[in-house]
């Protein structure tokens, strides 16, 4: 599949589901091939009452569990869309955007990945809307470009380019909130705010299965919409038992290490 014919893809599947039945959704992003780390998010995702679990994507990459990562998504999450390694996965000219160790990774996914796997990642679309918020990846300004969004500026820009209340993403791997409202952008640091209804919302909820916020503790959210209200959680999963399958599959030790300190 050549570039071209892949963005087109994407911008096909990118679907629009809207009701206005009361929901508790929990979102996930950036699982990376960690089951451990995924495993112990769901678990903990039972203890909410969760009426569905939707991924910002990067099911892959990075780790050492990707058709057992794909295999737990495509049977428990109902919405995911598409991230740069899952998209590397399909066009390997991706790969040129990608650091040393992140290239590693993904060639070794490569070689590993059953025709399931690639099959269910093919599916997947560049962008969501479900009821009231949005679901992508890296940006709704661009969603195939794979910009990050970091700073109020960066944030700014893309408020112009979603007309849901929300946006939720992943990508950075760093849990962040920024609001809007009346031309004023700020960041959040709390974990459990209110969704004001004269307020936009970019919300980042961070990633399950490779943190770089200084907590090696799995990252996700839980959005009710019926009391309009967003909680950050924290989970902490067996980080040694990822760390020696990646070693065991000779993946780089400097991916290896990262895991310990959430960086």
């Known amino acids: 599949m050549d570039k071209l014919t892949l963005k ?32 112990a998010v769901l678990f903990d995702i039972e203890k909410y009452g969760v009426d569905e679990i939707v991924c910002a994507g990067d099911v892959v990459g990075y780790g050492p569990f990707p058709n057992e990562c794909i295999e737990i998504v495509e049977k428990t999450v109902a919405h995911t869309v598409m991230g740069n390694h899952d998209c590397a996965i399909l066009d390997t000219t991706e790969l040129k ?12 996914t490569l070689q590993v990945l ?30 195939g470009e794979w910009l990050y969004i970091f700073s109020l500026t960066e944030a700014r820009k893309n408020f112009e380019h979603f007309r849901t209340p929300i946006c939720f993403i992943g990508h950075s791997h760093i849990p962040t909130i920024f609001c809007h409202r009346n031309e004023r ?54 980080i040694q038992t990822t760390q020696t399958k990646m070693a065991e599959m000779g993946l780089p030790t400097y991916l290896i290490k990262r895991l310990s300190y959430g960086r």
């Not at 087109?8 to 780390?37: C, E, F, G, K």
């Not at 099959?119 to 890296?138: A, E, Y």
């Not at 943190?211 to 909680?231: C, K, L, M, V």
């Open 114 to 143: 059953i025709p399931k796997s690639v099959q269910f990642l093919s599916s997947l679309g560049m962008i969501k809307i479900l009821q009231d918020f949005t679901l992508v990846h890296s940006s709704p300004s661009s969603p």
């Open 8 to 39: 087109l893809s994407l911008r096909v599947n990118s679907t629009i589901i809207r009701d206005n039945t009361s929901m508790r959704y929990a979102i996930i992003a950036d699982i990376h091939s960690n089951l451990p780390a995924l495993q």
């Open 185 to 238: 952008c700020w960041v959040v640091r709390n974990t459990d705010i209110a969704i004001e209804p004269d307020t936009r919302y970019i919300i980042n909820v961070g990633s399950v299965g490779q943190p770089r916020d200084a907590d090696p503790r799995a990252s996700y959210g839980i959005y009710n919409t019926e009391t309009q209200n967003f909680t950050l959680h924290r989970v902490p999963y067996d």
């Open 97 to 108: 955007y990608f650091n040393t160790y992140a290239r590693e990774a993904i060639e070794w």
